[in-house]
Structure formats: C-alpha cells, structure tokens
C-alpha cells in the first residue's frame, strides 16, 4: 500500500473492518470516510503540534535580496526561522564569498541601526553583516544590501493537510503506524467510542515521547561551564 493519503485512510478502514477506498472514489467519499479522512489529518496535526522543531519539517531556502531594501516578509509556510543559519551565498559576479550573518536583537537594531531605514544615500549600501528577527513576522539585514545578493537560510514550514489521494505526508514513512494509531484515536472519539478511544490514546502518546526521544532530545557535546582559577595553588569552597 503506497505511503499517501489514501493508503493512510485504507489503514484505518482495514482495522474498522471498512471498505477500503480507490483512487476512483476517493474525493467523492461522505460518511464515515469523511470522518475517517478528517481522523488521519487531526492525526497528523497532533504529531506536528508537540514539536516546533522536528527535523521532518525542516526547509533550507533562498531568497534574492533587494539593493536598500532592508526587512524581508518570513515564507508563507514558516513555523520558526532558524536566525543562526543566515548566510550570504557565495557570488563571483559581486566577487564576494559565503558569509555567515550575526544575529543582532531587534531592540540593538533600533539603538545603533534604524537610521538606514531612513537614509537614501546609495553609499551607506554593502554587503550585509548582520541579521535580526522583528516583531511582526520579517527578519532585516545591516546594512542594506548594495546588490542582488543570495540569502541561504533554514526554517521548520508549518505542515498543510491532506488533500488529495496522492499526498504524502512529511512524517517519514517509517512512522506509517504512529498516523494510523493516532487516526484510530480520533475516529473512535468522532463515534463516540470513548472508552477505545483513551485505551488507544495512551499507546499514541507513548509514541509521540519515543519521536521525540529520537528526534529532539540529542546532545552533541556537553560544554563546561568551570571557570579555572589560574592565579592561586588551590581552591577552596567557601560555605556561609
């Protein structure tokens, strides 16, 4: 059974004990396979809702910037930017290499930057350094662009549901059974099962902590936070 939506919706009408669906009367079906359709994308919304950041939703993009243009509007699809991944591609018509922008807070921009906003002088224009978030969905660069760069920068898209037969989820196919458990769960609570609907909820949860055990909760290196005493033969602790 293919990895889509159909397949998804046929899983749960096999534990049902439903007539499975085709690709022939898939878009056409009321009933209980509406309700079922509507179970396996409130299944899915729930594993994304649990998680800002899983990996699954990841996108890297690149946006043209504007000569003196200075905020830019977030993508459509954005959840959370990931404001330490912004670089300046490398460029051989500007003669300029990859660059790495720094994350500057919103209210330093203001303090020390906000004047180019208002300048019109073409020479304050460079290659930008620096890159903040702003409080109404738009990330700006210091200082203004002077030519057409590319920006490089990675975010997590808010996942859209299920539509047609063919679409496939972004939960990796290897969490097939997470979708159908989660799916069982809310097509049990949209019949009024409540009872198999909470013995399965428990099981779906289970798996969600697992996901993000696997996923979320990684730690590259521990980082000391000791501070050597360098100037003394030994230390001592003082208690009060």
Known sequence: MAYDYLGLVNDVNRRLNEVELTSGNFAAATGEYSMI????????????????????????????LTAGTIR?????????????????????????????????????????????????????????????????QEFGLVAPPDNAYELVYEYYRLPVDLINATDVPSVPEQFRYMITNGAMHFAYMFRGEGQEAAMIQQ???????????????????LRSTVINQTNSSYNTIRVS
Do not use: C, G
């Open 37 to 64: 359709k509507d179970a396996v994308n409130s299944a899915i919304r729930y594993i994304n809702q649990h998680e800002y950041e899983w990996p699954f939703n990841h996108v890297e993009t690149e946006e043209t």
């Open 72 to 136: 830019y509007a977030y993508p459509a699809d954005a959840k959370t930017l990931d404001m330490d991944s912004f670089r300046i591609k490398r460029n051989t018509t500007f003669n300029n290499s990859t660059k790495r922008l720094r994350l500057i807070s919103y209210e330093e921009y203001l303090d020390k930057y906000i004047d180019y906003e208002y300048d019109t002088d073409t020479s304050i224009r460079t290659l930008p350094e620096y890159v903040f978030r702003t409080p109404n």
């Open 203 to 221: 099981r779906f949860d289970d798996e969600i902590k697992q996901l993000r055990s696997l996923y979320i909760n990684r730690y590259d290196y």
